[in-house]
């Protein structure tokens, strides 16, 4: 294991009917509120009413502003940020899934600052000041619910980029497993992988002696191949609902990275298409994970006979480590499209014609990924194994 620093202060409050705690957890942070939401699902679900009567009950005052939109836009952002200046709003609730919590702490960093808050996801320096930022979360997926990350569309410049640090730990997070009941199986399956990219993500490292976190990502990646296929044949499955619910949040609350280095180059690889095609990040992963597993896996091989045998019991009988090591990613695409999740970039009819661009882009600060640093050309044959 490499040295670590594990801090993550996200309060976490689990199951059924804990909006209720909304008032309490909320003044102990602000007093005014921007309630931001997405599309209009939560209207649909009934959700909004009741934060709203919630909110208006105990007096908390608020403001709200919906419309994110997934991959969420940083000209909504700027919106976000005038209304809260011109409110006083001290403190930010974000009722929805990733895109809103990544919209609604791009608007908490960007209110205390004096600059355009894009510098930040520009890599011109860290936010030193946020408004506290909580959510209601009703997609497991991003895992933004504790994470210390924002990423965020640029609709002009067609770039979609993150930002991490500490002060972007939401201060709590509602996790009311009916609250996700509505989602589509669409939705569904794309928030499943990529809750098991974050688990992947971590799981391919080349630091040795890190078992304990190897088993915990294991049996979490284990569990959600147990539990997916169930929310897609009853949807109000409340108990499997709430195991992936839960597994999103410890996928990516960076607990299961201690000790640990992380890749991150798949992420990376998916942001430059989400950028340009705005699709979900999770179809965009399902595509381009096991076309960088296929580039990669002679780095560690052992590392992707692990991953074959302990994520999906490949037999060892096997007569190699290659057939080992490519059979479990085989494993990993049947899996995807057992749950309606493409795998090939022809399968959402995206061609070669960008691929160029996307590689240029996903290298403009240096090299990505660390089990093996890609640099354009790896990126473009990545997405050229992908199509
Ligand atoms: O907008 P509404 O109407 O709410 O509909 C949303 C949206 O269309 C819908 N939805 C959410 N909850 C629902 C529901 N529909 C029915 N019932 C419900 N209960 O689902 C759609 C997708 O929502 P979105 O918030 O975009 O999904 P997700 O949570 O997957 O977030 C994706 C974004 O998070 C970023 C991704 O890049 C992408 O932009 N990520 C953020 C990370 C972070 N901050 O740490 C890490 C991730 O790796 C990821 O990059
Ligand atoms: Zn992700």
């Not at 009916?178 to 974050?198: K, R, V």
Request: net charge negative.
């Amino acid at each position: 294991m490499v040295n670590f620093n594990f801090y993550n202060p996200a309060r976490i409050i689990f199951g059924k009917d804990t909006e209720k705690e909304l008032p309490v957890q909320i003044q102990k942070f602000g007093s005014k509120v921007l309630l931001h939401y997405g599309g209009g699902s939560i209207k649909k679900i009934g959700l909004y009413d009741k934060i709203v009567k919630i909110l208006k009950d105990a007096g908390i005052p608020f403001v709200e502003l919906g419309g994110v939109q997934p991959n969420p836009r940083l000209s909504l952002v700027y919106e976000g940020i005038q209304l809260c200046k011109k409110e006083n709003v001290d403190f930010i609730l974000a009722v929805g899934g990733g895109s809103t919590i990544d919209s609604a702490k791009a608007i908490a960093i960007g209110v205390p600052y004096d600059g355009d808050v894009w510098d930040f996801y520009d890599n011109k320096g860290e936010p030193k000041e946020i408004l506290p930022v909580a959510s209601v979360l009703t997609i497991p997926a991003a895992g933004s619910e504790s994470s210390d990350g924002s990423v965020i569309t640029n609709d002009t410049l067609n770039l979609k980029h993150s930002v991490g640090c500490e002060l972007m730990i939401p201060k709590f997070t509602i996790m009311n497993p009916e609250n996700t009941f509505s989602l589509p199986p669409y939705q569904t399956a794309c928030g499943a992988t990529d809750i098991m990219a974050h688990l992947m993500e971590r799981y391919f490292t080349t630091v040795p002696n890190v078992d304990v976190s190897d088993r915990l990502i294991e049996a979490t990646f284990r569990s959600m191949l147990y539990n997916v296929p169930k929310v897609l044949r009853n949807p109000n499955d409340y108990d499997a609902r709430a195991e992936i619910m839960w597994a999103g949040t410890v996928a990516h609350n960076n607990l299961y990275q201690m000790g640990r280095i992380p890749d991150w180059g798949s992420h990376n690889i998916e942001h430059e298409l989400s950028a340009i095609y705005d699709i979900a990040h999770g179809a965009g992963l399902a595509i381009v994970f096991p076309a960088w597993m296929k580039y990669v896996y002679k780095t560690d091989i052992k590392r992707f006979v692990q991953y074959a045998v302990r994520m999906f019991d490949v037999d060892l009988a096997f007569a190699d480590d290659e057939e080992i090591a490519l059979e479990g990613i085989r494993r990993l695409e049947a899996f995807s499209k057992s749950i309606g999740m493409p795998t090939r970039l022809a399968d959402i009819g995206i061609g070669d014609d960008r691929i160029d661009e996307m590689a240029k882009k996903a290298v403009m600060y240096g090299p990505i990924g660390k089990f093996k640093p890609l640099y354009e050309e790896d990126v473009a044959a990545i997405l050229r194994l992908a199509l």
